[in-house]
């Protein structure tokens, strides 16, 4: 059963990227569980298509895509035992 995404909140705006899996990892909060999402390269590079390559330009486009970006967390989000989710 798919929980209401009304509980899913981003109060921490702060993001980080992981070269190691080539995404971009931010955190959002249900009541006082951390979830973990992740948005990789690929997804990054569709939201904003000519971004150039590495760290800075991927952090810019999540920047320039944050909206949009909670906006899919939100959905993607289904609550329960799961605490990482990926956007792709």
């Not at 760290?55 to 944050?66: S, T, V, Y």
Request: charged share 20%.
């Amino acid at each position: 059963m798919r929980q209401s995404s009304v509980a899913l909140s981003f109060p921490n705006p702060s993001r980080s990227y992981d070269p190691a899996r080539h995404c971009v990892c931010f955190w959002g909060y249900d009541n006082a569980r951390e979830i973990s999402f992740l948005v990789d390269d690929a997804m990054l590079k569709k939201l904003t298509p000519g971004i150039g390559p590495g760290e800075p330009a991927l952090l810019a486009a999540f920047d320039h895509n944050r909206d949009r970006i909670l906006g899919l967390a939100k959905n993607l989000y289904t609550g329960g035992s799961q605490n990482r989710y990926t956007i792709s």
